[in-house]
Each structure stands twice: as C-alpha cells, then as structure tokens.
C-alpha cells in the first residue's frame, strides 16, 4: 500500500514494557536495573513479555509487527485494545491515554474505535453468516433493520453475497475468515487489529485475502494492525513494519527500508531469502525527475518493470496519476543485490 500516504498519528506507544507473573512490578524493577529476559525467568519466575516498546501508527496505514514465536506480538496488540494493560509506559489512541478511560469509555472505545479479526475466525457456529456479522450491532443496540443493512453491505464488500443464509460450516476456511473481516468491518471502527488473521488459510486462499484487503484498504482507509509471522505478506501488506525480538523491537521502517539496511543479524536473517524483485515496489526507489520512455505503477513489483527498464528509465506513476519519480535500471540492480 501507498507508503507516502501524508497520516496523523493514531497510536502511540511510550515506553511500554509488560512483566507476567505473580510480582511483575517487583520483577520489572530487576529488569530497570538491568536484568536481561532469560535472567529473571531463571531467577524470578516471570516472563519479560515486552521491554520498553516506542511506536508510532499513522492514521490509516496498514502497520504490520513481526517476529519469532514468542517474541510478544499478540502481547503488543492486546495492549491497543487493553485486553493487556502494561506493567510501565502508556498508549495512546487518538491522543488519549486508554489506561486512563472509565470502564464505560473503554467499553465503547472497544465496541466503536478498535475491533479484532481473529485467527480462528471465533465464528458462532449456530448463526447464518449475516447473523454473524450483525450479532455485535444488535448487541451495541443499532436497531435490527439497520444493522441488517449494515451488515449486507460489509458481507457483499468481502465478496460474499449470496451466502448470508448459510452456516459457518458450510463454508471454507477463506470464506469464514471473510465473515470475521466483514464482522469487524461492520462496526465501523476506525482500528482493525489482525492476528496472524490469514495464517490459518492455505497459501492461494491467503494469497487472495490479502488482496482482499488491500483493495478494502485501498477504499476504506483504516488503520490496520496486522500481525504475521510471513515476510512476504508483511512486505505485501506493510506500510510500515516492525520487527520484535525477545520482547524487544529491533527494528521499524518500510520493505524497502528494512530489506535495504536490516539493523542487526536477526532481521537480516528473516529478510535474507525474500525475492526483492517481488517485494520491493518501483515507488520505493523513484528518484526525483521524469523520463521519456515507459511509465509504471508505484505499487508495481520491480519485476514489472524489468522490460520497460531494459530500454531505458520509467517515470513511475501513483495511484492517483501524479509522477512520483524516476526509476533507473542502475538503481534497480543496486536494490536487488542488497
Ligand atoms: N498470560 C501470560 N502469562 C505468562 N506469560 C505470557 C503470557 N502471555 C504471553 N506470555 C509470554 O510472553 C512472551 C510473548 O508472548 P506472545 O504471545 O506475545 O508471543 P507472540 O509473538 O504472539 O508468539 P506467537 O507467534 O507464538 O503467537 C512469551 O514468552 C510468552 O510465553
Ligand atoms: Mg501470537
């Protein structure tokens, strides 16, 4: 998606760290003074989930958290809807410090602000798909009629029409997982947070749900955060992407920003085997200017432009039709081998 989009801050992170356990601020007070995760499980008992976390999320990008298993992704993204509440450092959303709403306010900040797309699509398995994706409106008090309309115009954006009247079980797993993206879409909230949401699919299922959401992305504007554990998808979906490693982030920026200068070992070797012709986009390596010849898409692989390049520099376009730079074979070359 569009890396340049010009966004307001949506959600901040400040110094956030996260202890699990029966003392964690007895715990982080060992890690203050500079015990390291492995240390204070050993000693103390307690999990170091996240350490001092810095983030920032523009309004409407699709920020995408990485990492090993265990590296405390799903602890960050539980924070944002303080299903987690840190042991130090704030959140915040819109400029508001969550920790600080009252149990009311974090109820409705949590049924309209920010909803959850899930792994394993927690369908309720009694109800049609579009009782499915109105359950959490008649629950918030829309009336019926309007949750129905609703709830009809999300199924059909997910490419579901026709399958309102059917069952969870009747339909495949890429088709659930669309009944759980039009369910958060219904409420309308302006946050979406995703949880390795695709990584139950098979890979051409997936491959055509995170299309899917691109071109939703693409209309609707919302700020997603989406967890993945595949480079690939994260580069795909990413305008930003952070890496986490033991709790730790090593490392924010774009694709093209973390494939071109990765900060340490651990993010050169998840970054080591990604097919840069593929990942990169031309907009990413637009230089200033404007040539004669062919013309590309900002959001077209490099790969794209392989043919057009071989006769010389491609203006590439955004999708809005503006010149966006130039693209040269020699800047190209020097991009895919690293
Ligand atoms: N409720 C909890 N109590 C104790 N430890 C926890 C709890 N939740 C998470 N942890 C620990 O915090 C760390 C981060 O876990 P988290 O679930 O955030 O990882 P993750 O990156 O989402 O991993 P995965 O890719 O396997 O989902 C792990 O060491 C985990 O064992
Ligand atoms: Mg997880």
Known sequence: MAATLETGTKIRVEGVSKVFGKTPERAFALVQAGMGKAELLETTGHVLGLHDIDLTIGSGETFVIMGLSGSGKSTLIRHFNRLIEPTAGRILVDGEDILRLSEPALRSFRRRKIAMVFQRFALLPHRTVLENVMFGLLIDGVPRARAEARAREQIALVGLDGFEARHPAQLSGGMQQRVGLARALATDAEIL?????????????????????????????????????????????????????????????????????????????????????????????????????AEIGADAALEQAFGALARGPVTVRGADGAPRGVLTAGRVLAALAG
Do not use: W
């Open 193 to 293: 947070l995703m949880d390795e949401a695709f990584s139950a699919l098979d890979p051409l299922i997936r491959h055509d749900m995170q299309m899917q959401l691109k071109q939703i992305q693409s209309r609707l504007h919302k700020t997603i955060v989406f967890i993945t554990h595949d480079l690939d998808e994260a580069l795909l979906l990413g305008d930003h992407i952070a890496i986490l490693r033991d709790g730790e982030l090593r490392q924010v920026g774009t694709g093209a920003e973390i494939l071109a200068a990765p900060a340490d070992d651990y993010v050169a070797r998840f970054v080591r085997d990604v097919n840069r012709a593929r990942t990169i986009r031309c907009g990413d390596l637009a230089e200033p200017g404007i040539a004669a010849g």
